[in-house]
């Protein structure tokens, strides 16, 4: 009898998860698959052709473009995720220690996510008029005497790309980092001031290791993030700068299926391989089952 | 660290200061272009205004200039309705599943967290190369509609976890004492109580869709959905009008936005005026 239940209630399971499993194999998993199968395929200058061959990664690694793509978009992932994570941090601790009403906490929290639930490429875009040679920035610091001349490296420049992702990911990093900080315990910070210590080093040795899971997963969020995206590089740089997966997406607008899917294997084992480095450094596994 | 309730410590200021710079970096550029979408008819891409007028509105519907809007706005709505209702079914499915300890659910966890942070274009990428490999044509409900719920299903399935981990079970149990189904138990307990939850799941579902363009661009097929429409416009449309679709767009998200969270706050009045019928654990965020 009891083993009838046990058995319904797992079989219950089951049928519950198996429309998630159900999707996420048949969209996820097996064109994971299909990637990795056609990063073999042989390119003949026109189409694919069925292969087994490591031609398309050869000419990968031995190309020099490759390294150049991959330390652009690793230093693209460095700076974005370091202003991030400082710009986040800051945020986040201001919300959760210094707001002291949860009703004022809840709104101004959302004040900051409700950009999320907007188009990015919209955005993006709207940094084009701000940025710009006549934009309002340039025209502020004319009116403001700061310099006579538009600067002009404002937009289509690596300064505008980070500037874009720093506006669109930053989200990312507060809503782990504050989760991470409103379950802190307030009677231990209240022990800390009792005890004399001063707020850097309470944030120090109090704050920072009781939200690193937070601080984890939303680094984890913006460096894959960064390293996948290509349409903020295209835009913002102006055609003056490439990330590996701009160069894997005109790959693939050239039909280039098999160089775009031996890319695309590459740049999934470097971004698994960072996620790995951080996971290490923090084990999030508890957070998230939690 | 406000001991003293009355007085505010010196870097509360700082910090005001700093997140006030922080909301208008992330409001401000966004503003501009909704200001700008209302230039006159002679005004260009940036400001100066030459005049006000509604004029680049109404060439978004001239279609020749600006590409098939109309078309693409109906796809997003319609593609993004039908991976709200299957991202809320699924994900409460899956959430509940996970409450209980099954073999392989690690691993069923893990997949949809790979799913999660995948980057998008590979996504479109391999869904794109299967359906090929497959003949089967590209569609926005077909391979599109797949594609984009890798993304919005782990979502939904976090924000299932994190609202089932507050749900009191002795509600169910109470149930089930009484003789109710499993059907009865969730349509008449479960559901009513994570209502606000399932909204929360359903705003994800809803705007993700809307917004989707890494997956979807390599599966959409034929016919595009609004976000790539707008991606044309961008390197195409040199005029206003791609701002005027940048506010329009923007409305929609903002309308669903307050739906959504105007109806969660409605309904969390309404129980705790009634405390009896209160499922809402003790808020864990107490800011003392």
Redo the contacts between chains.
Sequence with gaps: MEFAIKLS??S??????A???L??????????L??VG?SFFEYDGVSSVPAFQFGNYIDLFTSRITLTLYLKTLEYALFVWAITLV?GF??S??????????LW?MA?F???T??F???????M??????L?R???FN?ALIGLGVTKEPLEFLLFSDFAVVIAYV?LF?LFMIVPIFNAM??ID?SV??AA?DGGSS?WR?IWEIIIPLSKTGIALGS??VI?LV?????VVN?MSGGHSASV?LA??NQ?AAVQ?PF??AS?VI??VI?TLL?AAILRVVDVRRE??? | MQRDLGKRPWTFYVLAAFFALFVLFLYGPMSAIYVLSFQGPTGGLTFPMNGVSLHWFTALFNQQRTGDFAGGFTRSIALAVIVLLLTVVISVMAGLAFRRRFFGATAVFYLAVASLIMPGLLVGLGVGLLYQTMGVTATWFGSALGAQLTWTLPFGLLIMFAVLSRFNRSYEEAGRDLGASNWKILWMIVVPILFPGLIAVALFGFTLSYDEFPRTLLTVGAENTLPLEIWGMTTNVTSPALYALGTVTTLVSFTVIIIALGSIALIQRRRSRRPAASDSAPAEIGTE
Aim: overall charge positive.
């Design positions: 209630t797992a219950t399971s089951y049928l519950q998860v429309p998630l499993l999707v996420l194999v048949a969209f996820f998993g097996i064109p994971l299909m990637i056609v710009v800051t945020v601790y201001f919300l959760a220690f210094h707001v002291r009403s949860i906490q101004l959302l004040l900051c409700v950009p639930w907007t188009s990015n490429i919209i955005r875009i709207s940094w084009i008029p701000f710009g006549n934009g309002l025209q506006h930053t409103a379950r307030r910070v209240e001031l707020r309470i984890i969020f894959t390293m996948g995206d290509f349409f835009t997966a894997m997406y693939i299926y775009a899917a695309a740049l999934l971004v996620v998230l089952a939690g």
